[in-house]
């Protein structure tokens, strides 16, 4: 009796010791149920696991903390539409088949709009219409940028296309960021002259081109003349326009110096177009009016100091 017990005793032991090695082995292939969601997150996050037909974000995308989900804003452009085409019809302005700007006329310059970094689909068309006069795929960085509709339909001088100008909106501190954009499809290549002085601004500027510079604040009249002409000749057109310290502006030189002989009664013109306004400063504008009160401003030195940095720009 002693001896079947026993052994009844030991067959027991024997079948517990293979079911738990079975229950182990198989742990050991699914994986314990606590370790499941690991192995589903390495699934979702591990890019050789991902479904091969999932398309690619065109957002580029910052590593993010849990504390941080905010995208960055650096991720983001700034991108506005300027329609310098003199006999081109209002406009519609669709990016990525959806409708951003309607009934753009000539010489209008929109605001910003913000887009995430990446590439889109712009296509311009005449407002209501469908057919489009512009398709093309367009790459924008984290930047700010100008859309200009450029060129002419008729394409008598300059055909019609759309230019990227990259817009540097930064703060210039004491001084004016002043662009110009040549946008006349009839006027040859020219200079932009400070017509007081006679100094040079902005040298050879071709159609479709842009150039920029930094001036102190304050009143010009700005003269345009040929490139290739004498420095002695007049300017074809001046221009009277005030910047201020701190802004930032485009001047687009737009029309047809020979309206009458052009597809369209458009006459030469500069449209300025303030891209950034000055900077608020409470604490430096506090600042200021501390002085005046106190009398510690000398203003006629202030007005000496100011001659003085004017001078030493030109």
């Known amino acids: 009796m002693i001896y079947m017990f026993a052994s009844c005793l030991w067959n027991c032991s024997i079948w517990y010791l293979q079911t738990d090695v079975q229950y182990l082995k198989r742990q050991q292939v699914l994986g314990s149920s ?20 999932t398309k690619k974000s ?13 995208p960055a804003d650096e991720e983001l452009a700034g991108v506005r539409a300027a329609h310098l085409s003199p006999d081109a019809p209002n406009v519609d302005i669709y990016v990525d088949d959806e409708p951003v700007l309607e009934d753009v006329a000539y ?33 924008i960085e984290a930047d700010d940028y100008t859309l200009a509709a450029l060129g002419e339909i008729a394409d008598e001088n300059q055909p019609f296309d759309v230019a990227v100008f990259e817009d540097d909106l930064s703060d210039p501190g004491e001084e004016a960021r002043v662009r110009v954009v040549h946008a006349a499809p009839d006027a040859p290549a020219v200079d932009i002259v400070d017509d007081e ?37 007049d300017p074809v057109a001046t221009f009277d326009v005030t910047v201020e310290a701190g802004a930032v502006y485009t001047g687009f030189a737009v029309g047809y110096l020979e309206p009458d002989d052009a ?6 013109d500069l449209e300025v177009v303030e891209d950034a306004p ?34 030493d720009d030109y």
């Not at 910052?62 to 989900?69: F, G, H, I, R």
């Not at 512009?134 to 790459?139: I, K, M, N, Q, Y």
């Not at 597809?263 to 030469?268: G, K, L, N, S």
């Open 107 to 139: 010489r209008d310059v929109s605001e910003y709009l913000e887009l995430d970094a990446g590439e889109y689909d712009v296509q311009v068309t005449p407002a209501g219409e469908e057919e489009a006069v512009f398709d093309d795929t367009l790459e």
């Open 197 to 233: 002085s006679g100094d040079a601004l902005f040298e050879d500027l071709g159609f479709g081109e842009a150039q920029a510079g930094e001036v102190p604040a304050g009143d010009y009249t700005l003269g345009v003349q040929p490139a290739d002409g004498d420095d002695e000749d």
């Open 58 to 70: 065109r957002v580029k995308t910052a590593q993010t903390s849990p504390a941080d989900e905010e």
């Open 278 to 311: 000055v900077a608020e400063d409470d604490e430096g504008d506090d600042d200021e009016d501390a002085e005046v009160a106190n009398g510690d401003g000398d203003e006629d030195a202030a007005h000496d100091d100011t001659g003085d940095d004017e001078s």
């Open 263 to 268: 597809p369209a009664d458009e006459a030469f």
């Open 34 to 53: 606590a370790a499941w969601p690991a192995v589903l997150t390495t699934r979702l996050t591990n890019p050789k696991m991902r479904n091969p037909k």
